[in-house]
């Protein structure tokens, strides 16, 4: 061990290698209390580094931890005491962007709101867009195929990686920084990577596809009298607005409650007068008509009695001001110790689904605290449930009512967080045996001994 | 060998399975001439069947070559003697229709043109559109990640599938049928048949994602003076349109030339002016603004000199006959015997290309006749060229020509017609030695006899 961590630290230099002390004073994750339990940390600063690094690790039979910027929430980034970590946080940088492909080619360590900046400043748009912007990097929001407030229109991290440089677990360095939109030659090899979690390989360099920057935005925040409403503004602003939607957030009235009333900093824009209250995002492509066209679909929508009440952010203080409230999930915490969820579902069976585990959690606890948010347009829902206990027990016994009627529904334990080592018991609630057993073979096909990210999704 | 084909025989009954003499009466391809090769042909009717007889071919070692509609253009499809065919032919239901969720669940070997009508009839919309729609299979489309005409905003066939069912080469069913636009929950094992060309799985069901019906349909017929007035042009148009650019196809002036003079039925819309023609559609969601818009944007890039004449569609028969004209492809043989390319490269990098592949073609046959055409907007291009031998030799002389630069600009040997047979000596010029070994090592961990569509992509 001791030989293995010289060769490392003789590899990375000054400033590549943290040793014990310094691992200790680092945190385990986002959020947590408890310090990083690593062996060590390793800081590579350049592709060919972390190549031989891993080189070394592997034929050491050694695991490795990869991080990127450790606001993910599954725990998928939380080291153990016997592995090595790999943070890519020394790969910060926007090596190329083309104006006319519209593609940036940045390293894994960039953080989000980095590329967002960038791709403004070039006159584009980078539409990936989530609360932990300016700490995440885009690595690891790759590597967890990451979601956030625009998949309706964009869609996930996914859609938007033209190419990807990875790493595998024995060094081998895959280049395949693509910049092209179609590219069927041969398989479509960065796909394996989006979404495992660092356990296929270790993602070091991304080509990202950049969009036209959006010439309007509009937004606006309604109630909603009922679950059958919501769905028909949500086929109203589809049809009428076609891909220029880009947002249709919807909360439970519990949750608008609790981010519009104090110590929230946000007054409440409507009365709590609704069951559903929804905000709206739609990006346009010209400067003045963009307004009165959507002005003109949300009356058409409160027409057909849809919406039952409407505020429209005309001032980008305004605008930014709706998302501020919508954002505030630091209220979360008024819910006492609580567990949050991240589910997907067939639209259609949404409403049936809340009621029930509403049902369910208020007769296994009466003073249940519990809100839903999420984006429903992407069949994405968020329940948040505190029930006065952050036990094992109590946290096992909530999953099993919010997990155990997915199933049926043919709903997702994940949506956008991922699986870590949070959900790993659940995963075969989402997926088959003969799913499974395919990761497994994956798993077993690109990284034999197991060293990265080992335990993470599944075991191996 | 004679037992196992009793054993098939047996599994599927009547109908189920071709003999020798049944089989010889097929041709072995699109446009072939020359008849069927294989052992026999399969027709399975259900997932269960076709997993039966994988399993038994399995257990066989034997070789099994996967049929869809037949459109392919790289001869992926083409059996040899010593293979047995797997159709899908026979399994063309359309299962299932969420109108709400917006998800439409499909067997392959429903025709694209049947689920393009079926979403129609339903008030909604499937935007995979190629040539071959009324033959073409979607199973095909899926496994071979087709693109077609609308993927500049659309996306490829990638992005419209969010659930398969597939069959391993050993028999086992893996069922996938997601119909969420979100799901996290483990790796996203559809990717890897989606474009894997049928040497991993056989995709047996598809879960697509259906759009909401377009209102309107603009089209119009520009020409334009130069390439960088067409990247002027194609700029103004993705500012000022948005996401409602559906198609920006471009035709060189001798494409346009032989789509539009007799035998071909359609005259020239536009004088031979120009050095570059340009098929422009918008999808709106304004039935009648769309329209307005449509001149305004085109006046715009008019004024500023990116086009230089123009034909607008006011009709669907006149928007009909511009993309009749633009599809006329038979004319492709009055260049004589001739070859298709199918090529992506960076934009920026592909005026050289052309006149540089132009030069070598015309110093080593002065007689040589050749035509551009593509989906500009997605670096997709298909050059044709004709120079009076069909012969392997001169096939082989006019690929080095084509592919040879690709490789320095970062450019694929295939954007949307895959690998197959016909480009497997060419995959390297695209991919790096280890990403091709990591194709093989994926082929042997989930088919370690290589049983399916064996060799097509790369040797096994």
Same mark, same amino acid.
């Given at each position: #061990?001791?030989?293995? *961590? ?68 599954? &725990? ?27 593609? #940036? ?68 360095? *895959? ?20 979404? /495992? ?11 990202? &596809? ?7 935005? /509009? ?45 929230? @900093?946000?007054? =409440?824009?409507?009365? !709590? ?40 952010? @005309?001032?980008?203080?305004? @605008?930014?001001?709706?998302?501020? #409230? ?10 006492? =110790? ?14 049936? !689904? ?36 952050? /036990? ?28 870590? *080592?949070?959900?790993?018991? !659940? ?11 395919? #990761?497994?073979? *994956? ?18």
């Amino acid at each position: #061990m001791n030989d293995l *961590l010289a060769k490392l630290q003789q590899c990375l230099g000054e400033g590549g290698y943290l040793g014990q002390d310094e691992v200790h004073q680092r945190p385990a994750g986002w959020g947590l209390e408890e310090p990083c339990q690593a062996l060590a940390i390793l800081r590579p600063q350049t592709t060919d580094e972390v190549s031989k690094v891993l080189a070394l690790c592997y034929e050491a039979g050694q695991a490795v931890c990869v991080q990127g910027g450790m606001t993910g929430l599954v &725990r998928g980034g939380v080291a153990t005491s016997d592995e090595i970590v790999m943070s890519l946080e020394r790969m910060r940088e926007i090596e190329a962007v083309d104006t006319v492909g519209r593609t #940036m080619t940045v390293q894994a360590g960039v953080p989000l709101q980095r590329i967002q900046e960038e791709a403004l400043e070039q006159g584009l748009f980078f539409p990936l867009d989530l609360g932990a912007r300016g700490s995440c990097q885009i690595g690891g929001n790759v590597s967890t195929n990451a979601g956030g407030n625009r998949v309706i229109r964009y869609g996930m991290s996914r859609n938007l990686v033209l190419g990807l440089e990875t790493v595998l677990a024995d060094g081998t360095v *895959l280049s395949g920084l693509n910049r092209m939109v179609k590219n069927n030659s041969g398989y479509d090899l960065k796909q394996l990577f989006i979404g /495992s979690e660092g356990t296929l390989g270790v993602v070091t360099r991304v080509v990202l &596809r950049l969009e036209r920057r959006p010439k309007s935005h /509009s937004t606006a925040l309604v109630g909603v009298e009922s679950f059958e409403k919501l769905l028909g503004l949500l086929s109203v602003m589809e049809d009428d607005l076609g891909p220029q939607l880009s947002a249709f957030e919807v909360m439970w009235k519990s949750f608008y409650e609790l981010v519009t009333s104090g110590p929230a @900093r946000t007054p =409440p824009p409507l009365a !709590y007068k609704w069951p559903y209250y929804v905000l709206i995002e739609v990006l346009g492509s010209e400067r003045v008509r963009d307004a009165e066209r959507f002005d003109e679909v949300l009356a058409e929508a409160s027409d057909k009695g849809f919406l039952s009440d409407a505020v429209i952010g @005309r001032s980008r203080r305004e @605008r930014d001001g709706l998302w501020a #409230m919508r954002d505030d999930i630091e209220q979360l915490d008024r819910l006492g =110790p609580h567990f949050t969820f991240d589910i997907s579902l067939p639209i259609r069976e949404m409403n049936a !689904y809340v009621n029930g585990i509403g049902r369910s959690l208020e007769a296994r606890w009466p003073e249940v605290k519990w809100v839903v948010f999420g984006h429903l347009g992407d069949g994405n829902l968020h329940p948040v449930v505190g029930v006065g206990d952050a /036990s094992p027990a109590a946290r096992q016994a909530v999953e099993e009512i919010i997990y155990d009627p997915l199933q049926q529904i043919g709903g997702a334990v994940s949506a956008e967080h991922g699986i870590g *080592l949070e959900k790993r018991a !659940y995963l075969s609630r989402s997926r088959t045996p003969q799913e499974i057993d395919l #990761m497994r073979r *994956l798993k077993r096909a690109l990284d034999p001994k197991g060293i990265l990210n080992r335990g993470r999704v599944f075991e191996i």
